[in-house]
């Protein structure tokens, strides 16, 4: 029994495989919500029961070992099997059931935007002070400073003070971070701080000071060139 | 045999969509963060007592603690790197235990907890001003060993710490082995919302901690005061409601509800094989 069942089984097994380990792994793609590839097979077992009643001669090729097997007739061996589904469906179900109703236990979720838009000000602005070796010295010489105990003196966000913060200080030797960023964004953070931020990027939580009550502005664009320079990465800039 | 077979495929189709359902469904979030967790205990809260055997029911949160680097005056380097977290309830009080290792008892040891209060954000900070976001107060719970009390506080910025003038929080520091265990003892909830945070059993709320060892330097200065302390980020807190068996009802429902479908699926495919 069971050859006209083989069929459909081994398709939406393959389905399932594409959307769940091939998809996500074609470039510019990402990993499918479980909802979107639950949607997806529905859409395939749909396909395969019109696919399978069309006429009554493949209707009862396909719904009579499916029968055979729900009622247990002379169906072997596989009753072993059989006692397994029937058993399994009702745990599975009480399962979900009790993972979907049961109190969380765990805090809130947060979702913080790591780099939230900058205000309209502080987009486009450029670095005031030439870029000599002269400046990218100073500029280094106040991040050792002010900046290093954070964002540490190999500017990877580990300085003896990081520890205790949530968010942690950012690595800049990181791709995804100052390197991602222009000259005017690391301007706005740096000159207005964690309280600066916009609700998304929760400024509650963040250590960075509000360098602007202490420090001038050309301090602050020399450690922009400073820290370019020190953790070997670029400004991102728009050609 | 094929006269019921059309009602009978119905019923499997739903029941296979369903199964496939289970199956594709996000597994439960992975926690995230830490979280101080006060079960709920019988009997008194060990308020007087950082040994209490009682304690043993907590489990503890630890914390890593950074030097004060975020606002003038700083501080580059503080002793306490890690604090350790246990809480317990019982219903009306909370009682918070602080543990963390210091090698020298003295007189200007201190410790705090702070918290948000009412529903605005407030910065771990102090509570300071935010430039897009309108934050709310914080509520400080303060103690320092030669004052042997807790006293309770409020600020909104920078430079607005102030005592309430309604005392609410105890506070008892016990020190052995180069350890402090701190208690903080208040009300779940006070008459005064304005200014205290109010707990509710089984919701997260935000918490921070404070300390500052009072070890003089060689020139008789407090090496750690005011602002030159230890300090963690924003965590969770929550005291455990009572215990909640309503998932397990549910779940007994549901496998009843589903071995039916598959009693009531059977008996049909058994019947329309026999007629």
Redesign the interface.
């Known amino acids: 029994m069971g050859g006209s069942l083989l069929k459909p089984v081994i398709l939406i097994g393959i389905v399932y495989t594409i959307l769940k380990f091939v998809v996500p792994n074609i470039p510019g793609s990402a990993p499918l919500p479980a909802s979107l590839i639950f949607l997806y097979l529905m859409l395939t077992t749909s396909g395969i029961v019109i696919f399978a009643t069309l006429s009554g001669e493949s209707k009862d090729a396909f719904w009579g070992p499916i029968q055979r097997f729900l009622t247990g007739e002379n169906i072997g061996s596989l009753q072993v099997l059989r006692y397994g589904v029937l058993l399994l469906f009702p745990l599975i179900v009480g399962w979900q059931t009790y993972n979907s109703t049961a109190t969380s236990d765990a805090p809130p979720a947060e979702n913080r935007t790591i780099h939230p838009a900058p205000p309209g000000e502080y987009t486009g602005l450029s670095n005031p002070v030439a870029k000599t070796p002269d400046t990218i010295q100073q500029g280094k010489g106040f991040y050792a400073a002010f900046c290093s105990p954070c964002h540490g003196g190999n500017f990877d966000g580990k300085g003896p003070a990081a520890r205790g913060f949530n968010p942690p200080p950012a690595n800049f030797s990181d791709p995804t971070t100052i390197a991602m960023l222009q000259e005017s964004y690391l301007f706005w953070r740096i000159k207005k701080g964690g309280v600066g931020l916009p609700i998304e990027g929760m400024p509650w939580k963040s250590a960075m000071p509000r360098w602007e009550v202490e420090l001038p502005d050309e301090w602050i664009w020399k450690i922009i060139m400073g820290e370019y320079d020190g953790a070997h990465q670029s400004p991102r800039t728009w050609e | 045999m094929?006269h019921g077979?059309s009602k009978?495929?119905t019923g499997?189709?739903a029941?296979?969509?369903?199964?496939?359902?289970?199956?594709?469904?996000?597994p439960?979030?992975?926690?995230?963060?830490i979280?101080v967790r006060a079960p709920m205990v019988k009997g008194s809260l060990p308020a007087d007592d950082p040994n209490a055997a009682v304690w043993a029911s907590a489990i503890p949160a630890t914390?890593?603690?950074?030097?004060q680097?975020?606002?003038?005056n700083r501080i580059?380097?503080a002793t306490v790197?890690d604090l350790s977290v246990r809480a317990l309830h019982d219903g009306t009080n909370v009682a918070i235990l602080l543990e963390y290792t210091d090698p020298s008892e003295d007189p200007d040891d201190a410790a705090a907890i702070e918290f948000m209060v009412g529903d605005k954000?407030?910065?771990?900070?102090h509570g300071?001003?935010?430039?897009?976001?309108e934050?709310g107060p914080v509520n400080i719970w303060y103690w320092k060993n030669k004052d042997a009390k807790g006293v309770d506080m409020n600020a909104k910025g920078f430079g607005t710490l102030s005592v309430q003038p309604h005392q609410d929080v105890k506070a008892k520091g016990a020190y052995a082995n180069g350890t402090w265990k701190v208690v903080f003892t208040r009300p779940l909830t006070t008459g005064h919302p304005e200014e205290d945070t109010q707990i509710t059993t089984?919701g997260?709320i935000n918490i921070a901690f404070a300390v500052w060892d009072g070890k003089k330097d060689a020139s008789g200065e407090l090496k750690e005061k005011g602002s030159q302390k230890?300090?963690?980020?924003?965590?969770?807190f929550?005291a455990e409601?009572p215990p909640?068996y309503?998932?397990?009802y549910?779940?007994?429902?549901?496998?009843?509800?589903?071995?039916g479908f598959?009693f009531i699926?059977?008996r049909k495919?058994?019947k329309?094989?026999s007629a």
Do not use: N
């Not at chain 2, 029941?15 to 996000?26: C, D, I, S, T």
């Not at chain 2, 439960?28 to 963060?33: T, Y």
């Not at chain 2, 300071?128 to 976001?133: K, N």
């Not at chain 2, 230890?230 to 969770?236: G, H, T």
């Open positions: 094929k077979l009978i495929a499997v189709v029941g296979v969509l369903l199964a496939m359902g289970f199956l594709v469904a996000e439960v979030a992975a926690q995230e963060g979280a914390f890593p603690m950074s030097p680097v975020h606002w003038p580059l380097e790197r954000k407030a910065h771990f900070a300071q001003p935010m430039a897009q976001v934050g089984g997260f230890a300090v963690s980020s924003w965590w969770y929550r409601a909640d309503s998932g397990y549910y779940a007994a429902l549901a496998v009843g509800l589903a071995l598959q699926l059977i495919l058994k329309g094989q």
